[in-house]
Nanobody, 126 residues
Framework: QVQLVESGGGLVQAGGSLRLSCAASGRTFSRYHMGWFRQAPGKEREFVAGITWSGGSTLYADSVKGRFTISRDNAKSTVYLQMSSLKPEDTAVYYC???????????????????WGQGTQVTVSS
């Protein structure tokens, strides 16, 4: 098993930036593909960004492409989501997710991820 704890959420004005962190513990972090999802009130949880175990491949939702950057530090067992040019529609609870490496592909759907963090709230004011 792997445990995931997100941090870094908060309240920010539109146009601002935040960096989310997700610290993993319990198993060898480098064995896991990682992803960030978000869920706004009344909406389904959606994919935001994903990264393979080595960091060699990343993928982004169209809505965040060019504004968000996912990265990982396997030595620190942490995955990051750098968010810039934030918009009010980015307001949501952000979750990190992990799944053990099986093939070299960025995972983009909820069902592909086995482990989830508890989420961190991001609120963007207009």
């Amino acid at each position: 098993q792997v445990q995931l704890v997100e941090s870094g959420g908060g309240l920010v004005q539109a146009g601002g930036s935040l960096r989310l962190s997700c610290a993993a513990s319990g198993r060898t972090f480098s064995r896991y593909h990682m992803g960030w999802f978000r869920q706004a009130p009344g909406k389904e949880r959606e994919f935001v960004a994903g990264i393979t175990w080595s960091g060699g491949s990343t993928l982004y939702a169209d809505s965040v492409k060019g504004r968000f950057t996912i990265s990982r530090d396997n030595a620190k067992s942490t995955v990051y989501l750098q968010m810039s040019s934030l918009k009010p529609e980015d307001t949501a609870v952000y979750y990190c997710a992990a799944d053990e490496y099986k093939r070299i592909v960025v995972l983009t759907t909820l069902l592909e991820y086995e482990y989830w963090g508890q989420g961190t709230q991001v609120t963007v004011s207009s």
